[in-house]
């Protein structure tokens, strides 16, 4: 079975920064792409960040570009994502999906849960003001 388990998240002040880790269990990281999603209190799910396994290749939404990184770590079939100069907004619950393949790869670029295959339970990020 795949497993998914995104970690890391906390409160912080607006300013400050936090690293969120997606670790797999179950399965290897391939030809994959990962992607991290939020929630916050009545609103959508939101496609926040992704990384290609396929080329490396890194997507992010315009709310957090520039202050968000994504990042894999194979040998530890890990995904960071590396949240700097948060903001109150950025407050959700944070999740880390698995899309495989070819699916995942036309999710990636889109920031699209539709493709992602497997979600891991979310982690909270609360960024106070």
């Known amino acids: 079975d795949v497993q998914l388990q995104a970690s890391g998240g906390g409160l912080v002040q607006a300013g400050g920064s936090l690293r969120l880790s997606c670790a797999a269990s179950g399965y290897t990281f391939d030809d994959d792409s990962i992607g991290w999603f939020r929630q916050a209190p009545g609103t959508g799910r939101e496609g926040v960040s992704c990384?290609?396994?396929?080329?490396?290749?890194?997507y992010y939404a315009d709310s957090v570009k520039g202050r968000f990184t994504v990042r894999s770590d194979n040998a530890k079939n890990t995904v960071y994502l590396q949240m700097s100069s948060l903001k109150p907004e950025d407050t959700a619950v944070y999740y880390c999906?698995?899309?495989?393949?070819?699916?995942?790869?036309?999710?990636?670029?889109?920031?699209?849960?539709?493709?992602?295959?497997?979600w891991g339970k979310g982690t909270q990020v609360t960024v106070s003001s």
């Open positions: 990384i290609s396994m396929h080329d490396g290749s890194t």
């Open positions: 999906a698995l899309g495989t393949r070819y699916l995942g790869r036309l999710a990636c670029p889109r920031l699209s849960a539709y493709g992602m295959g497997y």
